[in-house]
């Protein structure tokens, strides 16, 4: 068996746990593991008089390249922290740093996947709802399979 599994990775408990599994599944499968990371950048509210646009006080270009480095550091972390001996059979690990929207960039890359795996904080209910969910987005729109681990704890 081979091909490719696909996994989002956002430093959270949840998604180590699911990078650990997809790591696991992808040593047993002889499959190319594609670790994502998705970061977007969410510009503050500008301060000043209604209908007033402020200017930033910063050299936007590089405050994006910040935060992109700030992400990429992140997913460096989370990539060591997850992926250590006991899933060293790993044929092949690509690591993917987008900037975009998680479950968008996810299900993107579900059309060249054999599976995709996403990690779960378990919110249910009203916090699921008033926070979204990656996970439910990408299993109601993922072109192949999804695996959802949830965070154990």
């Known amino acids: 068996m081979s091909g490719t599994i696909v996994v989002g ?3 959270s408990a949840a998604s180590h746990e699911a990078l650990r599994w ?3 599944e992808a040593g047993l499968r002889g499959a190319q593991l594609v670790a994502v990371h998705a970061w977007a950048y969410v510009p503050a509210a500008p301060i000043g008089d209604p209908g007033m646009m402020a200017m930033p006080t910063v050299d936007l270009p590089g405050y994006l390249e910040a935060e992109r480095e700030a992400a990429s550091a992140d997913f460096d972390a989370a ?3 997850a992926v250590n001996t006991e899933s060293a059979n790993v044929v092949e690990l690509e690591r993917l740093l987008v900037e975009g929207d998680p479950g ?3 299900v993107s890359q579900s059309a060249e996947a054999d599976l995709v795996v996403v990690g779960s904080h378990g919110r249910s209910g009203f916090k699921a709802a008033l926070l979204g969910s990656v996970s439910r987005y990408v ?3 993922a072109e192949c399979p999804v695996v959802v681990v949830k965070a154990s704890g």
């Open 22 to 24: 997809a790591a696991q």
């Open 9 to 11: 990775v956002d430093g």
């Open 79 to 81: 990539i060591a922290d």
């Open 139 to 141: 299993v109601d729109r």
């Open 104 to 106: 968008e960039v996810l």
